[in-house]
């Protein structure tokens, strides 16, 4: 199907393990992004990615890692889980990265770390 | 640096009822505005953008958003509110530059009352 989605849909780890989470985008934007959701702050950025092969940091990007060997995946990796990991973490996507491109969000992976 | 301020984290109003949901940004150039929708265990879904070329801007299932450059305000509007209208709403700003990310409020959950 067309669009931008997230596996898993929900994930337990414990702390110390190491967790991936998916993102897969079938429109060849060139823009992708991770943020992640808490009560009380919104989205909060972690990382984006301009084009494959390049990232950069976001606003908390402490903990975790990306990649970006294709354009239509774009990993998130927990190295070293910790409960204040706990999150719903959210992959989106934009066509430019111009200022009035609007970014479009997969369903979110609720991740546990207990 | 570019911010958002959403007034009030819970809005609750009546079915039939005007919604207004308050948004303040703070930019340091002429801002690109965004209005998302998230209903319960889903993504986010852009309800409207503003791009400067108009400054009421009509969007999905009936809502619109007025930019007032002077109150430097993007307020979210929908005369009547129905059953289905009960989200969470999140105010976004374009980063700018070549980020291309979002940067969002904190998100103003609405209530319809029956």
């Known amino acids: 199907d067309a669009g931008i989605t997230q596996s898993p849909r929900y994930k337990i780890t414990e702390t110390g393990r190491q967790v991936t989470l998916m993102c897969h985008q079938t429109w060849s934007h060139s823009y992708m992004f991770w943020y992640r959701q808490d009560l009380g702050h919104g989205l909060r950025l972690i990382y984006y990615s301009a084009a494959a092969d390049i990232t950069d940091k976001g606003e908390v990007p402490d903990g975790y890692v990306v990649s970006r060997s294709k354009t239509e995946n774009f990993p998130l990796t927990l190295e070293s889980a910790t409960r204040s990991q706990t999150s719903v973490y959210f992959c989106a996507s934009s066509l430019l990265g111009g200022s009035a491109t609007e970014a479009f969000f997969g369903q979110g992976t609720r991740l546990t770390v207990v | 640096a570019q911010s958002v301020t959403q007034l009030g984290s819970h809005v609750s109003v009546s079915e039939g009822a005007l919604v207004l949901l308050r948004c303040n940004y703070s930019s340091s150039v002429p801002p690109y505005l965004f209005w998302y929708v998230q209903y319960p265990n889903q993504g986010l879904q852009l309800l409207l953008k503003y791009t400067s070329a108009a400054t009421l801007v009509k969007g999905i299932n009936g809502f619109e958003a007025e930019f007032k450059k002077s109150e430097t305000s993007f307020h979210l509007t929908k005369p009547s509110a129905h059953m289905s209208d009960a989200a969470e709403y999140f105010c976004?700003?374009?980063?700018?530059?070549?980020?291309?990310?979002?940067?969002f409020g904190k998100g103003t959950k609405l209530s319809v009352k029956p």
């Open positions: 976004a700003v374009s980063a700018g530059g070549s980020q291309g990310n979002l940067i």
